[in-house]
C-alpha cells in the first residue's frame, strides 16, 4: 500500500498518537495531519487532500459530526472514521446512518488497522464502480442521440425535398425576377438543409476511429471498471488466452461493449453466480456464417461473456436488439443494439445463447485478418454517384432506414411506402436507374408492383428484397433480364454489394 494522508480531527494529541501507533503497528505508511476546529479542518480537506479521515466524537467549540457533515457536502466516498471513547451503541449506529464508513473505539484501538485498510479498499472499489456507470451513462446518452439523430434525418430529408422542388418551380417564372429571387433562396435553403441532415446522418452512423487494440490492455481496463460493480454473491473470472495480441479495432468501443455485456450478466443474477469472460482464437469456415450473413471465412478473435443468471425466454431473445426493449424497470433497453453496433462497426460478428434458468452466454467473433494487404489496395467500392435509386417498402422503419443508408452512401434515394407511390412516383419523375422492392407487401405485393413497372416502361435491374422461407413467386412475370433476390433481414454490405452488381449489369 502506498503512502496513505492521515487527517486526523482530534483535540488530545496523546490520543492521536496512540492512533497512530496502531498504524504504525500494521506497517501502514502514512503521512498524519491533526486539526480540531472547523476552519483548519476546511482548510486541511482542501490543502493537505487527506485518504482518509479519523475523527473524534467531541472536542471544545468543535464536533466529529460537524466534521462528519463537511466532509460529506464536498465527497461522497473518502472514508471517515470516527475514533472515540465515548461512542455507544446508538450514537454508533446513528453515525453509521449519517455516513461515516466505521467507528472504533478507543479503549480497543486494535481493530483499527485493519478498518483502515478495508474502508481506503472500498472506497477505491466504489470509485471504480462510478468511473464505470459514469462511462457507461456517457455512450449510452450517445447512443440515443445517434439515433435519434438518424430518425429525425429522414423525416427533415422528407419535409426538405417539397422546398427543393418548390425552389425549382419558382425559377420558371422568368418574367418575374422577384419570383426567381425567391425560388433561389427557397431552394438554397433547402440545399442547406439537406447538408444539415447529411451530416447528422454521418453522426448517426458515427465517426470511428481504427487503431490497434492490445487484448491484455483492454481486459485490465475492463477489470478496472467492472471490479468494484461486481457484488459479492457474483464471481467473476477473466480467461485471457493471449494478452499480448493486437489488432485493428476501436478500443473505446469494445470497452463499453464488453461492458454492456458484462453488466446485463451481473444484472441477471440477482443472487449471485458467476461471470466468466473468455477469450480464443478461432478459424470459422463457411458454414458457421447464417444465410443473411457474408460468410467471410478466417481466423477470429472470439470474446465470449458468460452467465449463470437467470436466462432469457424465447420471446425476449426475439427482441433483445431492439430499441428501447427492456425487461427492467429502469433500463434503457439501448446496451444490446450499441453492442450490436459496435461488432458491426468491426465487421464482426454476434451469437447468444440463453435459455431460462440455464443462464447465458454471448459470442462476438472480431475478424483478425480481414485488413490484410488486400483491402487498403483494393478498398472495395460500395458507394453510389448520386444514381436515382426508388425504395418501395412498406414498413416505414424499414423503409427509412434504407432510404437513409443509401443516401449516406452517396445515393439517391427515393422512399416509397406502396407499390401505388412508386407508380405515382415514376409517372411524376421519370424512370429511375434501380428499384429496390420489399416481396412481402400487402395492398400491391412486390411482384404486382414490379409487372406494373415492366409495363411502364422500366427494364432497369430489380433488387427484391424476400423471406428466405418464403421466396417471391415469379410466374407469369414478364421476364426481367437484371433480377437480384436477396434474403431478409437485410444488411448493408449485400444490398450495397447488389447494388454495384446491379449497376455494372
Ligand atoms: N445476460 C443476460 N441475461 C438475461 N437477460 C438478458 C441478458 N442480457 C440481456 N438480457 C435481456 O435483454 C434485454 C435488453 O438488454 P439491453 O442491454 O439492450 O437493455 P437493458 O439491459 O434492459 O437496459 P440498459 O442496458 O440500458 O441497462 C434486457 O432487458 C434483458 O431482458
Ligand atoms: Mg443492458
Not at 64 to 87: H, K, M, N, W
Not at 364 to 387: F, N, S, T
Not at 394 to 420: F, I, P, R, V, W
Not at 484 to 501: C, G, N, Q, S
Request: aromatic share 6%; proline share 5%.
Amino acid at each position: 500500500m502506498p503512502t496513505i494522508r492521515v487527517l486526523q480531527v482530534e483535540d488530545n494529541q496523546r490520543d492521536a498518537e496512540r492512533v497512530l501507533a496502531e498504524l504504525d503497528g500494521d506497517g501502514i505508511a502514512y503521512e498524519a495531519r491533526r486539526v480540531d476546529d472547523e476552519m483548519r479542518f476546511v482548510g486541511a480537506l482542501r490543502e493537505f487532500d487527506p485518504h482518509i479521515v479519523l475523527s473524534d466524537l467531541s472536542m471544545p467549540g468543535f464536533s466529529g459530526r460537524q466534521a462528519l457533515d463537511l466532509l460529506r457536502q464536498q465527497d461522497e466516498d473518502l472514508p471517515f472514521i470516527f475514533v472515540s471513547s465515548t461512542l455507544g451503541e446508538e450514537a454508533a449506529i446513528d453515525a453509521l446512518r449519517n455516513g461515516a464508513t466505521d467507528y472504533i473505539l478507543k479503549e480497543n484501538p486494535a481493530r483499527l488497522a485493519s478498518a483502515v485498510r478495508r474502508a481506503l479498499a472500498e472506497a477505491e472499489a466504489r470509485k471504480a464502480r462510478r468511473r464505470a456507470e459514469t462511462e457507461l451513462v456517457r455512450v449510452q446518452r450517445f447512443e440515443s442521440l445517434a439515433m435519434l439523430a438518424g430518425g429525425l434525418s429522414h423525416d427533415l430529408r422528407n419535409l426538405l425535398q417539397p422546398l427543393l422542388l418548390a425552389g425549382d418551380s419558382l425559377q420558371d417564372y422568368q418574367d418575374d425576377p422577384r419570383l426567381v429571387r425567391l425560388g433561389a433562396l427557397v431552394r438554397d435553403c433547402g440545399k442547406r438543409g439537406l447538408d444539415m441532415v447529411h451530416s447528422m446522418l454521418s453522426f448517426a452512423r458515427g465517426a470511428r476511429r481504427a487503431e490497434q487494440v492490445r487484448l491484455g490492455v483492454l481486459f485490465n481496463a475492463l477489470d478496472l471498471l467492472m471490479r468494484g460493480s461486481v457484488p459479492h454473491a457474483v464471481s467473476m473470472e477473466l480467461a485471457i488466452d493471449d494478452p499480448q495480441l493486437s489488432f485493428e479495432g476501436n478500443h473505446t468501443e469494445l470497452q463499453q461493449c464488453l461492458l454492456n455485456l458484462c453488466l446485463n450478466a451481473i444484472q441477471a443474477m440477482p443472487d449471485g453466480g458467476r461471470l466468466r469472460i473468455e477469450t480464443a482464437q478461432t478459424r470459422l469456415g463457411t458454414d458457421f456464417f447464417l444465410s443473411r450473413e457474408d460468410p467471410r471465412e478466417g481466423l477470429y478473435l472470439r470474446i465470449s461473456v458468460i452467465d449463470t443468471g437467470k436466462g432469457m425466454a424465447p420471446e425476449v431473445l426475439e427482441r433483445m436488439f431492439e430499441p428501447f426493449f427492456t425487461t427492467k424497470a429502469d433500463g434503457t433497453g439501448l446496451g444490446l443494439l450499441s453492442c450490436q453496433r459496435i461488432v458491426d462497426n468491426h465487421d464482426g460478428l454476434m451469437r447468444v445463447d440463453s435459455a431460462p434458468g440455464r443462464g447465458t452466454r454471448f459470442d462476438l467473433y472480431i475478424p483478425l485478418e480481414q485488413q490484410d494487404a488486400a483491402k487498403p489496395e483494393h478498398p472495395e467500392h460500395l458507394e453510389g454517384a448520386a444514381e436515382r435509386v426508388l425504395v418501395v417498402v412498406e414498413e416505414a422503419a424499414q423503409l427509412s432506414l434504407l432510404a437513409n443508408m443509401l443516401d449516406a452512401y452517396g445515393y439517391q434515394a427515393y422512399a416509397c411506402q406502396s407499390g401505388t407511390a412508386a407508380l405515382q412516383w415514376i409517372e411524376a419523375c421519370g424512370l429511375p436507374e434501380l428499384v429496390v422492392l420489399d416481396a412481402d407487401m400487402n395492398l400491391l405485393t412486390g411482384v404486382r408492383t414490379l409487372a406494373a413497372l415492366v409495363e411502364q416502361g422500366y427494364n432497369g435491374a430489380v433488387i427484391l428484397l424476400a423471406h428466405p422461407d418464403a421466396p417471391p413467386d415469379l410466374q407469369g412475370l414478364p421476364l426481367l433480364e437484371h433480377l437480384f433476390v436477396i434474403d431478409k433481414p437485410v444488411t448493408t454490405r449485400m444490398l450495397l454489394r447488389t447494388l454495384r452488381k446491379a449497376l455494372g449489369a
